[in-house]
């Protein structure tokens, strides 16, 4: 895991078991365009540590943070590529989700091109979204599929279950799956700004400024990190002797065919995907004791996620321990999925639940158990992680201790 609020799945854990946020004032950026002056970004990574100055220069900064995030999850996973076992590497597949992808880097060709009629050789290469798995797969030597899956927020949820399905169909025996993204740039935090969509308050401290279902939010803070895994079949990791961190057990995904930005006030979709992952999983709702949400800090998301768990869960919504992990990483785009994965699988180990921060003053229409304040001892067996997309997509997970 790279994060704003912590680099590796331990500092990550402990980050958000603390309520500790990674929302600061834009570093790095010019502002003096823009209204939004803070971002979730990751200070203190530092991506010579997985690549070389020439290669970081050639690749989006989503690269290098997906090449550690991998890195610490094939380590974890006690895997070890033999760069002459050809065999060994063709066991292992990639499945990366990303939404905004190379999108920061080509914006900054397109101002190199314009102000100095310069770029970058590889303006294409990094720009491309279909590429960007294919640079885990060089440096990492993996020969299975190298996929990249791009469905706006959902990015990386799906790409977590589309890896399940390629193991589960029998096309490969591990994957290397999760979600990246780097979208912070001038252009994009413009673009979201005209859509209303993202904060642009001068809150003091920074830190205040993600604040889902909280009645005086006003939009959700950009965010950017790579939070990655490694999936396999569970007597395959039982033979090699792995450490199972979880089962990835049901998997939903739909589509309201409604708006380009907007939630079908009917929120048929977003209860039907969840509908459908525990029915994959094979579990009874009120198995379910807890749910990460999307929770993205914008009145319309966090109201209708709201009434859509009512919708789904009735009378015991009410009772389910909730969080949004947002309130400390911002909106990672297409990563926020793999984000809350992690999140919710850290927690389920360590036997609490991380609280979603500056609830100071709920919305009347955001009425669950969101675990304000601070984190929560709980034994939690199933978990669900939620998604919303852009485009009226909606995905959800189900996991299993």
């Not at 005086?216 to 939070?227: I, T, Y």
Request: proline share 4%; net charge negative.
């Amino acid at each position: 895991m790279v994060s704003s609020n912590g680099i590796g799945s331990a500092c990550f854990a402990d980050a958000c078991l603390a309520g500790k946020s990674g929302v600061s004032a834009l570093k790095g950026i010019d502002t003096s365009r823009l209204r939004s002056t803070v971002a979730a970004q990751v200070i203190d990574f530092d991506p010579t540590a997985v690549l070389d100055s020439i290669n970081i220069r050639r690749v989006p900064r989503m690269i290098p943070m997906a090449l550690a995030a991998s890195i610490e999850a094939m380590s974890s996973a006690k895997i070890e590529i033999d760069p002459a076992d050809i065999e060994q590497q063709r066991m292992i597949g990639v499945a990366l989700g990303t939404g905004g992808g190379g999108l920061a880097f080509v914006e900054e060709q397109y101002r190199l091109f314009h102000t100095e009629g310069t770029g970058s050789l590889f303006s294409i290469t990094a720009g491309t979204h279909g590429n960007l798995s294919s640079e885990l797969s060089i440096h990492l030597h993996l020969r299975g599929p190298s996929h990249v899956l791009s469905t706006g927020c959902t990015s990386s949820t799906d790409a977590l279950a589309y890896a399940a399905m390629l193991i589960r169909t029998g096309v490969i025996p591990m994957m290397l799956a999760g979600g990246a993204d780097a979208p912070i740039a001038p252009g994009i935090l413009l673009a979201f700004e005209r859509m209303r969509v993202i904060s642009t308050r001068r809150w003091e401290p920074a830190e205040r400024a993600s604040r889902p279902f909280s009645l005086d939010r006003d939009g959700f803070v950009l965010g950017e990190g790579a939070w990655m895994f490694v999936l396999e079949e569970r007597e395959h990791a039982l033979a090699r002797g792995a450490t199972i961190l979880g089962e990835l057990a049901g998997y939903g995904s739909t589509c309201d065919a409604y708006h380009r930005v907007q939630i079908d006030p009917e929120i048929i979709e977003p209860v039907r995907a969840v509908e459908m992952a525990l029915a994959q999983a094979g579990c009874a709702k009120d198995e379910v004791g807890y749910v990460n949400l999307h929770g993205t800090s914008t009145e319309l998301n966090d109201r209708m996620e709201t009434a859509a768990m009512k919708k789904c869960f009735g009378s015991r919504a009410g009772r389910i321990p909730m969080s949004s992990t947002k309130s400390m990483i911002g909106h990672p785009q297409g990563a926020c999925g793999a984000a809350g994965v992690a999140a919710t699988l850290l927690c389920m180990q360590r036997g609490a639940l991380h609280p979603t921060i500056n609830l100071e003053q709920p919305d009347p229409h955001c009425d669950l158990d969101y675990i304000s304040g601070n984190a929560r001892t709980a034994s939690v067996d199933v978990a669900l992680c939620n998604c919303i997309a852009f485009g009226s997509k909606n995905s959800a997970l189900v996991i299993r201790k």
